[in-house]
Structures are given as C-alpha cells and as structure tokens.
C-alpha cells in the first residue's frame, strides 16, 4: 500500500492499461530478475494481502531493510501512520486493475527516518488474467524536494530582503529567516570595523548568550574562521569539530556545535563582514549546498551594502538638518549656557544618546554647562560621576587631554575592559557600567586657535557606532558651538568693560543741584 503526502488523488489509469505486469514464465524469470536487480530504483511487490514478495538492491539502500527483512512483512511498515487510510485507499484501485503513475509519497527507513519519493504502482496479473498483486517502482526524490524548498525559501529571503531598508532590518531577516532557511541550528553576522582592524558580531541566532559573549569583538588578524572568511574573501567549510579544533586551535574550548560555515559578505571584491552558520550534527556540505549558501547571503551582503548607503543618506539629511536648527539656536541668545543646553538637548536622541558639553573657566578648570541624556534619570547619574570622581586635569586621554591639547578623541568601541581600567574603584566601576556607554567622541571647542570647551557624545541605548564620519560631523557642530561660545564671551568681557569704564569715569553720588529734589 502506498501512502500520500501531497494529496488524496493521483493519476489512476483504467484496468487493463499498457502498465500492468504479467507474472514471468519460467523462460524470461531469469531475465526479468537481472533487470529488477540492477535496477537504480526500487522496486519491490506485494500480494493481495499487502505483504512484501520481492525487495530488490535498491529497495534494500533507500528503506534500509535487507530482502530477508522485508520478504513477507506487510507494506504498511513504510507508510507514516496519518496516511495508513489513503493507502489502502489506493491500494484498493490497484489491485482492482488501475495503474498509478509517479506518485509522490514518503517512506518510512527503517531507522525511523522519511524520505520522499515519486511511486509508480501497476497491477501484477496471473495467466488467467486475474489481477495476484501489485509491483512498486519508487525513486528517491529527496534532493529535488530538498532543491524545491531551497528555491522556495530563498524567494522568500528575496522578498524580505527586497523591504529591508535599514543595516538592522537586514540582520533581522539574516537571522530570523536566513538561518532556517540554509538549514542551520544557529547562526550570527560579524563586521568589519571603519579601521578595518577588528570585526565585531551584531546579532545572533540559536547560540547562548555565555557563548557569544567572549566573541562579541575580535581582530581581523586573528586565526578564526570568520577572520579568515573577511581577510580572504572566501567561504570556510568545517564539516566536524574534528576538524574544526585541528584547523582553529583558538576554538578547542568553544565548539558547541558539529559542523561550522562561514560565508563572507563580498560587494564589488571586498569583504565587510561574514555570516556563520553552526550545525548540531556533522556536515559534509555538498557543491550544491554550498552554492546555494553563498548564492543567499550573496543576496544578504547586497541588501546591506544597498541599506547601509540608504542609512549613510540618511545619515547624511538628518545631520545637515540638525546643523541648520542648531545654528539657528546658537544665535538666538547671548545667554551662553541656556543656549548650549538646548544643544545638548537637541543631540539626544537625533546624533547621540548622552550629550555633555564643557566649558574651560578662567582658571584653567572646566565647568559642565550641559548635560542631556535619552534616560533622563541617568542625567543625575553623570552628574554624580563628574562631582565624585573629577577627573586628572593631566590625564593623557579624556577629556582634559582634549581641552589641553585641542585635538578630538573617537571611541568607537567602549569596552568593558576600558572601563575597569579606567574606574578608581568598585563603586566608580559600578556608576560608570550603569551608565552603559558603547561608543563615544570627544571634541574641542576651538575659535582662531583657542580652546574654550569640548563637546562629548555618545551612544548606550542604540547598537550604532561611531567612526570617522560621525566624529567629522561632531567636529563640524563644535567649530559652530565655538563661535557661539566666543561671541558670547567677547560680549560679556566687552559688557564687563563697558561698566567698569563707566564706573570709573563717573563719580559714586551725582550732584544735587540747589533746589531740586528727586
């Protein structure tokens, strides 16, 4: 009997048809048995009564059972259960004198796993034409199925990918639809950085946070496989963790997985990033399957080249429209430090998450003129920090390292590390790991060669980084804020001349002239 996954009908043909099988005499069984036996497909037959009467060599590879297994056993040992009823059904036409051609159906191996095949059932006939059994020639079609559902996934990836307008939108399809979609357990993507120093993963599927954690940030010289993926610009096939751990010894300690693939993002011959994709079990990754990974995240690498320049557009508008708002903002008032806080406020959300700007006072110190933060209750935070912890005016980075010297500092990356390294104590630690900064820039406030101040921004909500651009940027509302910041010192310094000069000149009581009261 045969069973159906697809649908209850399939092509019957009438009794009698041109496919029915007449039982060989003795003078053609020999022959007849050569050709089933060396048949590529299986073939196999029943009696009336659904048991198994022959079982050739290929029947034996694609089910799994031996002649000796499966001679005399009924067929419905390889129907799944929730076909059982069809099968009859069909069997039934059989044996009734219908054919059925290609079929397509599942089977049942005999280690429990499916496979799918077409089926092709005709009617054995006895010599007196009475119809004694049914022969079942069934093909393995599980590479077309399994191509079949590739092409149908990957136009779905198409699909998505073709709506994803933004970097992070298209890691969220990469994860969410392009990992199952290649038949991995997990995977994640990984960048290169502006300097093109250091690769740094954005997002994961499938993997534990403990294991993603010691890899969130690695170089690009480093002996990995994703490394070796960018530097190269070509794919890496791991198939067991044998050879993973022989070929990465840096690995031994972090292969969770059986099989590994890491497919780099290429646009135009350069690689800006890779796409890993870990398996449970061991993999031997066929020359179809692997043209099918790159052929997709091919796709990927596009879509993110086409978003991040939609992005950097964007980018681009918003800063040009935020330069204009904040020009116009720093010359509408001479009172410097409502103005510079309206700056600070005007920075968070649109270029930064946390703005700060200080102001160098007469005596060499800095004064915090304004802070804004996208939580406004990490506004005390900051606060706390600059009063509790002030920072070495002598510091050789930071910000008295900016004023000092007038030169801008750009921290793509803020690590953890970093921030050990730069607390004074646990607790310094603590408010500094709470106010949760990712990356950040520092620039002076510099008008014809003086440095009044700087302007400190940086990222903690958001998974942007900054680089190059952004600090150029930065430098760009600092040169504009400086000359805001000059005009209203020059005002004040001209406003407090004006009123000792007109102190000096004129006498502390005015004359009363005879006779006249005021």
Not at 90 to 96: S, Y
Not at 414 to 427: F, G, K, M, P, S
Not at 478 to 500: C, G, K
Request: net charge negative; with cysteine; proline share 5%.
């Amino acid at each position: 009997a045969i069973a159906s996954t697809t649908s209850s009908s399939a092509p019957i043909r009438s009794s009698r048809s041109d496919h029915s099988v007449r039982e060989p005499s003795s003078l053609d069984a020999g022959h007849y048995a050569a050709i089933v036996q060396s048949s590529d497909d299986a073939i196999m037959s029943e009696d009336c009564d659904g048991r198994i009467t022959s079982w050739n060599a290929a029947a034996e590879r694609l089910y799994g059972y031996t002649s000796a297994e499966a001679i005399g056993q009924p067929t419905s040992m390889l129907i799944p259960p929730e076909n059982e009823r069809e099968a009859q059904e069909i069997f039934d036409r059989v044996l009734a004198g219908q054919d059925v051609a290609h079929y397509e159906a599942e089977r049942i191996r005999k280690d429990g796993g499916r496979v799918a095949v077409s089926v092709t059932l005709s009617p054995i006939e006895g010599p007196d034409g009475q119809v004694t059994g049914a022969s079942i020639i069934a093909r393995d079609i599980t590479e077309r199925r399994r191509a079949e559902e590739r092409n149908q996934r990957l136009q779905r990836v198409t699909d998505l990918l073709s709506h994803a307008i933004t970097p992070d939108r298209a890691v969220e399809v990469l994860l969410a639809e392009v990992v199952p979609a290649l038949e991995a357990d997990a995977g994640t993507v990984g960048f290169v950085d502006n300097e093109r120093q250091e690769i740094h993963l954005s997002g994961n599927a499938g993997y534990t946070k403990d294991a993603v954690a010691a890899w969130e940030r690695f170089s690009l010289d480093d002996d990995l496989p994703m490394s070796k993926a960018v530097r190269t610009g070509q794919p890496v096939w791991c198939g067991s963790t044998e050879e993973l751990r022989a070929r990465y010894p840096a690995l031994k300690s972090a292969v969770r997985f059986q099989a590994l693939a890491v497919v780099p993002l290429v646009v135009e011959g350069e690689a800006f990033g890779a796409v890993a994709l870990s398996f449970r079990e061991p993999h031997g990754f066929p020359a179809e399957e692997r043209g099918f990974m790159v052929a997709t995240v091919q796709q990927v690498a596009h879509t993110l080249a086409r978003a991040r320049v939609y992005e950097a557009e964007r980018s681009a508008r918003q800063q040009l429209a935020f330069l204009a708002e904040a020009s116009e903002l720093l010359t509408e008032s001479l009172d410097l430090d409502s103005t510079l806080q309206k700056i600070a406020v005007l920075a968070v959300p649109t270029v930064a998450d946390w703005c700060g700007v200080d102001l160098v006072e007469p005596d060499g110190t800095t004064r915090v003129v304004a802070v804004a933060h996208v939580d406004p209750s990490k506004v005390e935070l900051a606060r706390e920090l600059r009063e509790g912890y002030p920072q070495d005016p002598d510091a050789p980075t930071g910000l008295p390292a900016v004023v000092r010297t007038g030169r801008s500092e750009l921290y793509s990356e803020i690590t953890d590390e970093q921030l050990a390294a730069l607390a004074r104590d646990d607790h310094h630690l603590r408010l500094l790991r709470e106010l949760g900064l990712r990356s950040g820039m520092i620039v002076p406030l510099t008008a014809h060669g003086r440095t009044l101040g700087a302007l400190t921004l940086a990222l903690a909500e958001s998974e942007r980084r900054y680089g190059a651009d952004d600090l150029e940027f930065a430098e760009d509302l600092a040169r504009r804020a400086a000359s805001a910041v000059e005009n209203s010192i020059m005002y004040r310094d001209e406003h407090e001349a004006a009123v000792t000069l007109q102190r000096a000149l004129l006498p502390r009581e005015l004359p009363q002239p005879a006779g006249v009261r005021f």
